[in-house]
């Protein structure tokens, strides 16, 4: 069988995402999870809390906060709900 390493999911569709990120880490192995987070929606703070790697629109980090300021919004990101993730970019 084959190993899946890297999991890239845009967070359109949370619940089915949730589901295959369980799917492919139940694994002996989990993968690492990148997550491209566009616009707040419903169900995305699951997906945000298992992600490794995070991209998302300069816009997303101060929608989901509600910090002002790109700098503090994704310091903020980071620490209180992306906890897992090792960086996040804005784009």
Partial sequence: TR???LIHL???HPQAALAFTDAVNSQESPAWISLDAERPREGLEPLLRRCDV???SARFP???TGKAGLPGA????LTDTATKASMVVAT
Wanted: with cysteine; proline share 0%.
């Fill in 3 to 5: 190993h899946v390493r």
């Fill in 10 to 12: 845009d967070g359109r």
């Fill in 54 to 56: 995070l991209f998302c």
């Fill in 62 to 64: 101060q929608a989901w």
């Fill in 74 to 77: 994704l310091a903020s990101l």
